[in-house]
C-alpha cells in the first residue's frame, strides 16, 4: 500500500509542477513583455548646461538644458518636457515646444522645487522631446543636493533700480536689494551693510539695513537711497554688500557672513574727478612783441579741490606765426589739494611783414580720464612788425618745429626724433653744425648725437631725424633736450643759437601672469577650480584691472574679478570655478583687461589646458540611476512578484490534491 500511495503522490505532484511550469510559460507569454527599444529616429539631442548643483529646499531651482536637431534634413517641432520625481521634485515648468530647423539648437530652463527632506546626494532627472506622440530624445539630468548635517544654509541676493540703465548722476537712486533664504534652515538677526566707492553715498540714511528673521524660503527687501555726484565716471562702479546672520544649528545659532560685489553702471556723469577743480590763473605775456625777439608766456595752475589731481597734462597751444623755444607741453603725475604751480614758455614772432594779434590757448586736462573736461583759458600777443626788419644784422637759426611720433615717449623705446630748423633772417646761413643732447636720459642710437648741413637758405626750412633710445629707468616725467646750433653767415661771422625742447616720458606697464594652477580633479559635470597669480612688475600704477576666464566650460557663480588699481610691484590672485562640458580637452583663457597711464586700454590673455575625465561611478544611496533603454511594459518587480503567488498557489493545490488522494486510498484499503 505504501508504494502505491507514494507513487499516486509523485503522479500528482509531478502533474502540479507541470501545471504550474505551463502556467507560467502561458503567464510570460502573456505579461512579460518583449524589450521595448527607443525610437528608431532618435534625432533630437539634449545635454545639460546648468543647474547641477542646488541645496535642500530650494524653490524654482533652474536646470538649463540645450535642445539640439541633429537631422540635418527635416525641421521638426517638438515637445520638450522634464519629468520629475514624486515628493522628491516638482516641476514647475510646462512641457515647451519649439521648432528646429536642420542643426538648429536652443536652450531652455525649466523650474524645479526640491523638497527640503532631501539629504546630501545626487539625483537624476529625465529631459524628454515628442514630435507626434513618439519620443525622439532623451537624456539624463543630475542635480547634487549639497548639505551639511542635514542642513544648508544659503542667501540669495538680486538687486534692482529705479533707472535700469544704472545710477544717475546728480539725483537721488533708490538701489533696492531682494534676499532669499534658499537654504533648510531659519535666519535671525539678519542685517545688511554696503560699502560704496567714492562720489557715490547714501543719502539721509544709513548704510546698514536691519531685516529681522528670514525664515525658509522667505524674502526681504532693502532698499538705500544713493547719491551720485557729478563729477564721477560713466562706468562701472563696485558695490560691495555684506549680509551677516545668526542660522539655526541643532540648539543654538550660529554667526554666517554673506559677501558680494555688484558692478553697477553711473550715466549722466561729466567725469571730470581729475579736473573739475583745476584753475587756470596769474597768466602773464607781453602786451607788445617785436619780431624774431624772444618773450616769455608764464601762467599758473592750481588745484581748489580736497583730493589730489593725477595724470594732468597742461599745454600752451601755439599759433602759427609764433614760435615756442621751450617746452610748451607738461605732464604732473600729480597736483596736491591746495597745492600750485608755475609754468613758463618762451616764444618769438616769426613774421616780420605785418602787425597781427595772435591768440594763446591754454588748457589742463587727464591723461586717466577721458571723459573728464578740459580746463580752459586764453591769451594773446600784439606783434608789432619792425620796419627795419629786412637789415636784421644777427641772424637766427633755430628749432621750429620737432616730433617724436606722438603724445609721450615710452622709457626703453626707441624713438625717431624729426627735427626742424628755420633760418629766419633774410640771407643764407652756411657750416650748419647741430648737436642734440639729451644728458643721461635720451641717448641717440645708430647715428651721432650731431649733424651737419652745408646750407639753409634765406627764410628757408630743414628737417633732420635722428634716433635716440629713452633710458628704461627714467621716472615718468616731462624730459628736456638741448638743440645746440653752430653756423656762419655769407661774411664768414660765427654765431651760435640754443633751443630747449621737451618730451614727455611715460613708464611702460609690465603685467606678469604666472602659471594657472592644475585642478585637483577635472570631471565633465564636475565642479572643479583653479587659481593664477599675477605681478605688476612695472614702475606705473596698473588702473581699472578687471579679469575674467573664459572657455569650454560653465560656471555655477562669477568668473570675474575687478581689481581696481593695481600699485607698482604689488601681487593679486585670482580663482574662479568650473563646470567642464565633455570629456576631453577643457580649453580657456584668463583675461586681464586695464588701462595705462596715457588712458590706452591694454589686454594680457593667459591660456590653459586641462584634461576633463568621465565622472566615475560610484554606490550612493540617494543616487538612482535611469536605465539606458526604456522600461518595459510591465516592471520585473511585478513579474517576480506574480510568479511567487503562482508557486505559493501551486504548493496549495498540490497539498490539497495530495489531501484528497490519501484520502481516497484510505477509502478503498478500508473496504
Not at 588702473?543 to 593679486?572: H, I, K, Q
Request: with cysteine.
Amino acid at each position: 500500500m505504501n508504494n502505491r500511495s507514494e507513487y499516486i503522490t509523485n503522479r500528482a505532484m509531478g502533474k502540479v509542477i507541470s501545471l504550474f511550469l505551463v502556467t507560467l510559460m502561458l503567464f510570460g507569454m502573456v505579461m512579460v513583455p518583449h524589450p521595448v527599444y527607443g525610437a528608431s529616429r532618435n534625432y533630437i539631442k539634449i545635454s545639460q548646461n546648468g543647474g547641477f548643483y542646488a541645496a535642500p529646499g530650494d524653490k524654482e531651482h533652474p536646470i538649463e538644458v540645450t535642445v539640439k536637431n541633429n537631422d540635418a534634413q527635416t525641421t521638426h517641432t517638438v515637445t520638450v518636457k522634464l519629468n520629475g520625481r514624486q515628493g522628491q521634485f516638482t516641476v514647475k515648468t510646462k512641457p515647451m515646444n519649439v521648432t528646429l530647423a536642420p542643426n538648429e539648437e536652443t536652450k531652455m530652463s525649466f523650474a524645479v522645487d526640491i523638497s527640503k527632506t532631501l539629504g546630501n546626494a545626487t539625483y537624476t532627472l529625465v529631459v524628454e522631446a515628442e514630435e507626434n506622440g513618439e519620443t525622439v530624445g532623451s537624456s539624463n539630468m543630475r542635480v547634487s543636493l549639497t548639505a551639511t548635517n542635514g542642513t544648508y544654509d544659503g542667501l540669495g541676493i538680486n538687486y534692482a533700480l529705479d533707472n535700469p540703465e544704472g545710477l544717475v548722476a546728480g539725483q537721488i537712486n533708490s538701489l533696492r536689494f531682494e534676499f532669499y533664504n534658499r537654504g533648510s534652515v531659519r535666519m535671525q538677526d539678519v542685517s545688511a551693510e554696503i560699502s560704496l566707492p567714492e562720489g557715490i553715498t547714501v543719502n539721509n540714511s544709513s548704510a546698514t539695513a536691519n531685516l529681522g528673521y528670514l525664515s525658509v524660503g522667505d524674502r526681504k527687501n532693502a532698499i538705500f537711497p544713493l547719491k551720485v555726484d557729478d563729477s564721477v565716471k560713466n562706468t562701472n562702479h563696485p558695490i560691495k554688500l555684506s549680509v551677516k546672520a545668526k542660522v539655526a544649528k541643532g540648539d543654538g545659532w550660529e554667526d554666517r557672513t554673506f559677501e558680494d560685489t555688484f558692478y553697477i553702471s553711473a550715466i549722466g556723469g561729466n567725469g571730470g574727478a581729475a579736473t573739475k577743480n583745476l584753475v587756470i590763473s596769474n597768466v602773464s605775456a607781453a602786451q607788445t612783441v617785436q619780431p624774431e625777439k624772444d618773450f616769455t608766456l608764464s601762467f599758473t595752475v592750481r588745484n581748489n579741490g580736497s583730493t589730489a589731481a593725477k595724470q594732468l597734462k597742461i599745454e600752451a597751444d601755439i599759433p602759427e606765426g609764433l614760435l615756442n623755444k621751450t617746452t610748451a607741453t607738461f605732464v604732473e603725475n600729480s597736483l596736491a589739494a591746495g597745492e600750485s604751480k608755475s609754468y613758463k614758455v618762451t616764444l618769438m614772432a616769426t613774421d616780420e611783414s605785418k602787425d597781427a594779434t595772435y591768440p594763446i590757448k591754454l588748457s589742463v586736462s587727464s591723461l586717466e580720464d577721458e571723459t573728464a573736461s578740459q580746463v580752459m583759458q586764453y591769451t594773446s600777443v600784439y606783434v608789432k612788425a619792425d620796419a627795419n626788419s629786412a637789415s636784421v644784422k644777427t641772424p637766427r637759426l633755430m628749432v621750429d618745429t620737432y616730433d617724436y611720433g606722438g603724445g609721450y615717449v615710452k622709457a626703453g623705446d626707441e624713438f625717431p626724433l624729426t627735427i626742424g630748423l628755420m633760418n629766419t633772417a633774410g640771407k643764407d646761413l652756411s657750416n650748419v653744425k647741430v648737436t642734440v643732447s639729451g644728458g643721461d636720459v635720451f641717448v641717440p642710437v645708430g647715428n651721432s648725437n650731431a649733424f651737419f648741413v652745408d646750407s639753409i637758405k634765406a627764410k628757408g626750412h630743414y628737417n633732420k631725424v635722428v634716433h635716440l633710445r629713452a633710458n628704461a629707468g627714467t621716472e615718468q616725467a616731462t624730459a628736456a633736450m638741448t638743440v645746440s646750433m653752430e653756423y656762419e653767415d655769407s661774411a664768414g661771422n660765427a654765431y651760435t643759437a640754443e633751443d630747449t625742447i621737451s618730451i614727455p616720458l611715460v613708464q611702460d606697464t609690465r603685467l606678469e601672469v604666472g602659471d594657472v594652477a592644475a585642478p585637483y580633479e577635472c570631471y565633465v559635470g564636475s565642479q572643479g577650480s583653479t587659481s593664477v597669480e599675477f605681478y605688476n612688475m612695472g614702475k606705473t600704477t596698473l588702473n581699472n584691472l578687471r579679469v575674467t576666464a573664459e572657455g569650454n566650460f560653465d560656471t555655477m557663480e562669477s568668473n570675474s574679478y575687478y581689481v581696481g588699481n593695481m600699485s607698482s610691484g604689488s601681487t593679486d590672485d585670482f580663482s574662479f570655478s568650473f563646470i567642464p562640458r565633455e570629456v576631453g580637452s577643457m580649453e580657456g583663457k584668463i583675461i586681464f583687461t586695464y588701462e595705462d597711464v596715457s588712458g590706452q586700454e591694454r589686454t594680457v590673455e593667459k591660456e590653459f589646458v586641462f584634461e576633463a575625465m568621465e565622472m566615475p561611478e560610484w554606490d550612493d544611496p540617494g543616487m538612482e540611476p535611469m536605465p539606458e533603454e526604456p522600461e518595459s511594459a510591465v516592471p520585473w518587480k511585478v513579474i517576480i512578484a506574480v510568479g511567487v503567488v503562482a508557486a505559493v498557489a501551486g504548493i496549495v493545490l498540490f497539498r490539497r490534491h495530495r489531501k484528497k488522494k490519501m484520502h481516497q486510498q484510505l477509502e478503498m484499503e478500508d473496504e
